[in-house]
């Protein structure tokens, strides 16, 4: 009975959001779209760093340099021939991507793979340290990674960047990706392997106690993670139609950890309405960055308002939660529920 | 609740500012407030709404202009941009400080057929295969040869060091121009005797001054921020390090010589204009009025920023028309418009064809050496 | 130019960055060390000393060496606050709980940064005293450089005095080796936490008016690089421990100015070195140099 309920919740869903999809694209100008294909994005990059962060309970804050790595290699791939050429004004792109392009769906899948092979080259070797020294090391890792990008000109172009990336992006693909994403989380964790990751981040020598191979385990979570973090990484490559090396800095792996923690860690529900939430949020509060003309009155703004407003909601919901009213047990993170 | 009532104000607030807007004429600006190159913005809109005081109208219709910030981050310049053409609704655009934040708008602008005239970005991929970007300020190519020139013909340099920032576009872009100028110009394949790198960001560059020291080049070309430039230039005289040290237009700014100290006297730097030698009688008019209102002297992105403005006032003037299309043929025919930062001619891809000047620091001030034509 | 002039000129440019890195790191390994946490708002602890002093010297009427007494005390006082608001409520949590917040502190820092002072760079007013040059043999050097090491060695030794031979130092030693049994021993925790973040805060506020003597370019977002260095230095040095958290300094400050000294092509990988290092120590001897603490590793 609770299965078939269950199952209808998910077809409304999905039927509601598709609807919702086909109206906005109907009806909604383009900055409108453009906030929507952002919180898709964002659903996917969030619930990337949840697997990770929530549900295995790894602090992992490389996030930003696996979506580099996907956002280039989308770049690079779907980018036209002539494109290219133009790019690379100062120093030509390596030869056995000159003449490459390809289709949408293949770079999308390339992206993820390639970001999901690093973390794998990067995660094996320092998933085995404790929390803080992991924050960092991936944090280290996503710095390298930009590091590298910024001085590989004849790859990346280094600082002058990608431009002219096809806009492939719309709501269908952002949206689209998300929902896959969704669904894959919600069905890993189900099984045996949702399982052992829970098990990971309540209690590491118990469950290999009972068998579970930890490094197996968390090396999977990690690069599925890494994946969704790569293909997120090109539908923004997609998305804006220029990338460059200085876009993936620390702030963007803090926005999705903002997003993560206001959704609750381990959370799929919460994350996704974290997420639009959040989007939204950040181009709602502009107006605390600029002046308000109430007629007679000019409230003159402060630009970076809005971003210590943000960093006041993360700490305080960090500690409200756990001060406060939600299912807990003994300080650790709540458990995981679906919506 | 506080997102309600936030959202209820905004609601408010443009509900009356549209209706109260019925004639006006929107200008959006987009530029970084915050974020690493929030200084430039800051600057730049500084010049801009000082020339919205100067001229608040045109075709008797009441101008009026809406800054965002892009708090120096693409996904947000993109944002931006998006939320002025639907939102606000202007007809035309200026921004931004920084190429890859004006690159992020270039797709939206050129979709939505909303003209933008960015102050002072430099790298060519801007305006390329994009007829609704326009620049007031030259462009890298240009610059780069002109302090090569300088080296060689006036300083009767044969060797050079360059020192650039290798994350920013605007350095790397400038350096490469000006080595292949230099090597051409002295005909010596190996005439740049040494290329270092360093961040933006950076504060200590000791290494890398101590190797470019040890090689004795005749000048060091460092472009770069002009807080990262007065520094290095402190510690290479503090090496002593005595040879001219060349650079660009972020050189511009009081900073540099507050940060600079004594030991930026001698530097040279190309640039837009000069407040000892005013290029043109709007440069003059422009220099008054940022003294009398900031009691400092301009820099030169707050006179570009004024410079864009003022352009697009013309424009509008002389098409007789507010509207996007009007505005943007009539910025694609830009002939000998005399701005503060000179005499602008926009050729085919919008970039601005005009005179650089040669400046110098010269007893704690910036003074005018020489005007260079565009060739 | 001789070749070993050159090399002393490194040399010396080497041991006055790492000094900076290791006064930085100090406040880093003493706070790591009692609450093992990562005190990411570190870094803009010290931005926000570099910043008082600036304004302590500009906008009253102070003598400089006052201020520079004054602004590293009202720095601690910061510490103590941001300790206070951001991370006591949160002791006892899960560590990436805590984790979080600190770094929603560092952001809020550096944010409200950038909308208190400003975006645009600032000068430092260095004093006359500290900033001029002289010539040792074919080597020149700005006395500043010279008095940085000096400085940090003096306030080590300080350091070592006070936590080996003060009851209060003790304390600390005693809370950051065994938690649990020290505060069953009637040791005061939150007057020596505070303690702690007053002291490393303090030390952070001296390590920008140095850094500041040295390179006297203010911004908001001037202590994010530095402070996450100076955290990898401590790591390096081994976590927890004073002297391995100056060690650390000095390794990474060195090996950032012999990288871009023996190899200037790549000097643009500069920030990646620091990094680099890190992973190298994390995988090979993760309790650093110095480090007798090993992390518990499933």
């Known amino acids: 009975m609770r299965e078939k309920s269950k199952t209808h919740v998910t077809l409304i869903i999905l039927v509601l959001t598709i609807l919702g999809l086909f109206l906005a694209n109907r009806y909604l100008d383009a900055y409108k779209i453009r906030i929507i294909n952002l919180s898709g994005i964002y659903v996917t990059l969030g619930l990337s760093m949840n697997l990770i962060n929530g549900m295995t309970g790894m602090f992992s804050l490389g996030h930003a340099g696996f979506m580099a790595i996907g956002a280039y290699t989308v770049g690079i791939l779907t980018m036209p021939v002539s494109m290219k050429q133009m790019n690379f004004f100062m120093q030509p792109i390596v030869p056995f991507l000159a003449n490459v392009e390809w289709g949408f769906l293949p770079a999308l899948l390339a992206a993820g793979l390639i970001a999901a092979l690093f973390g794998v080259l990067i995660g094996a070797p320092v998933l085995r340290l404790t929390d803080d020294y992991l924050a960092i090391a991936t944090l280290g890792f996503a710095e390298i990674i930009r590091v590298v990008f910024t001085n590989t000109q004849s790859l990346t172009n280094g600082a002058l960047g990608l431009k002219g990336i096809p806009n492939h992006t719309n709501t269908w693909w952002s949206w689209g990706v998300a929902l896959v994403t969704m669904w894959f989380i919600s069905f890993l964790m189900k099984g045996t392997y949702g399982k052992a990751f829970l098990a990971i981040r309540e209690d590491e020598v118990a469950a290999r106690a009972m068998g579970i191979n930890l490094f197996k385990h968390k090396v999977m979570s990690f690069s599925f993670g890494c994946f969704f973090a790569g293909v997120a990484g090109g539908l923004m490559a997609a998305l804006l139609g220029t990338i460059d090396p200085n876009m993936f800095r620390i702030t963007l792996t803090f926005n999705i950890l903002l997003i993560v923690v206001l959704g609750g860690l381990g959370k799929i529900g919460g994350t996704v309405i974290a997420a639009v939430v959040v989007t939204v949020m950040m181009e709602a509060l502009r107006f605390l960055d600029e002046s308000i003309d109430l007629g007679l009155v000019q409230i003159k703004g402060i630009p970076g308002m809005r971003m210590v407003v943000f960093s006041i909601i993360l700490i305080f919901v960090v500690i409200v939660r756990e001060k406060g009213f939600l299912k807990r047990t003994k300080g650790r993170e709540l458990t995981y529920v679906k919506n | ?375 | 130019m001789g070749d070993v002039s050159i090399f002393l000129q490194h040399l010396t440019n080497g041991i006055s960055l790492g000094s900076l890195y290791a006064l930085i790191a100090i406040g880093y390994t003493m706070v790591y060390g009692i609450l093992r946490l990562i005190n990411f708002a570190h870094g803009d602890i010290f931005m926000l000393g570099v910043y008082l002093t600036f304004y302590g010297v500009i906008y009253t009427p102070l003598p400089w060496w006052l201020v520079f007494i004054l602004a590293p005390l009202l720095t601690g006082f910061i510490g103590i606050l941001l300790e206070k608001v951001a991370y006591k409520p949160l002791r006892g949590s899960a560590r990436i709980t805590i984790l979080i917040s600190a770094i929603g502190a560092s952001f809020l820092l550096q944010n409200l940064g950038i909308v208190i002072f400003g975006g645009r760079p600032r000068a430092f007013p260095v004093p006359q005293l500290l900033n001029h040059v002289i010539k040792l043999g074919g080597v020149s050097i700005n006395v500043v450089t010279f008095i940085i090491p000096a400085v940090s060695i003096l306030l080590l030794i300080g350091l070592t005095y006070f936590t080996t031979k003060t009851k209060t130092g003790l304390a600390m030693r005693a809370l950051s080796k065994d938690y649990e049994t020290a505060s069953l021993m009637g040791i005061d925790i939150n007057r020596i936490i505070s303690i702690t973040f007053f002291m490393g805060s303090f030390l952070a506020a001296i390590g920008g008016i140095l850094w500041g003597s040295r390179y006297p370019q203010l911004m908001p977002l001037m202590g994010a690089m530095p402070g996450l260095k100076s955290f990898i230095a401590a790591v390096v040095g081994g976590i927890g421990n004073i002297t391995g958290a100056v060690i650390g300094g000095f390794i990474l400050g060195l090996g950032e100015i012999m990288l871009v000294a023996f190899l200037p092509r790549l000097s643009g990988y500069r920030d990646a070195f620091a990094f680099v290092l890190l992973i190298i120590i994390l995988l090979v001897k993760p309790s650093g140099l110095m480090g007798n603490k090993v992390t518990e590793k499933v």
Not at chain 2, 32 to 53: C, D, F, K, S, W
Not at chain 2, 59 to 71: A, P
Not at chain 2, 225 to 244: K, W
Not at chain 2, 300 to 326: H, K, N, P, R, T
């Open chain 2, 1 to 375: 609740m506080k997102k309600t009532i936030g959202l209820l104000l905004l609601v408010l607030v443009l509900a009356i500012a549209s209706s109260a807007s019925a004639e006006v004429i929107k200008i959006g600006v987009f530029e970084p407030m915050t974020g690493p190159n929030a200084a430039g913005g800051e600057m730049t809109v500084e010049g801009i709404e000082l020339a919205l005081e100067l001229r608040g109208e045109v075709l008797g219709r009441k101008v009026e202009i809406i800054v965002v910030d892009n708090k120096s981050d693409k996904v947000e310049a993109a944002n931006a941009v998006s939320r002025l053409i639907e939102k606000d609704k202007v007809v035309a655009i200026i921004g931004s400080y920084g190429s890859s934040l004006s690159m992020a708008a270039g797709d939206i602008v050129n979709k939505a057929q909303v003209p933008t005239v960015g102050c002072s970005p430099t790298n060519p991929l801007v305006t390329l295969n994009n007829p609704y970007y326009f620049r007031v300020c030259f462009i890298d190519p240009f610059q780069g040869t002109v302090m090569a020139n300088y080296a060689v013909n006036e300083l009767g340099a044969k060797t050079a060091a360059v020192i650039q920032d290798v994350t920013q576009d605007y350095s790397v872009g400038l350096s490469k121009y000006f080595v292949d100028a230099f090597r051409e110009l002295t005909g010596n394949q190996n005439s740049i005797v040494e290329m270092s790198s360093y961040n933006t960001g950076d504060q200590d560059f000791t290494a890398q001054l101590t190797n470019v020291k040890n090689k004795m080049p005749d000048i060091v070309f460092a472009p770069g921020n002009y807080g990262e430039s007065a520094l290095l230039i402190r510690q290479a005289r503090e090496l002593g390090i005595d040879v001219p040290f060349l650079g660009g237009d972020t050189w511009e700014a009081p900073e540099f010589l507050s940060i600079g100290g004594v030991a930026v006297e001698g530097a040279v730097f190309s640039t837009h204009f000069t407040s000892e030698a005013p290029v043109t009688e709007e440069s003059e008019v422009f220099l008054a009025a940022y003294r009398e209102k900031f009691g400092r002297e301009a820099n030169a992105f707050a006179a570009l920023g004024y410079d864009a403005y003022m352009l697009i006032l013309d424009v509008i003037e002389e098409a007789g028309s507010a509207d996007s299309q009007a505005i943007r043929d009539g910025l694609a025919q830009t002939e000998g418009f005399v701005g503060a930062t000179g005499v602008i001619t926009l050729d085919a891809n919008g970039d601005a064809v005009k005179s650089a000047v040669i400046n110098q620091v010269d007893d704690g001030k910036f003074i005018y050496l020489t005007t260079v034509e565009p060739f």
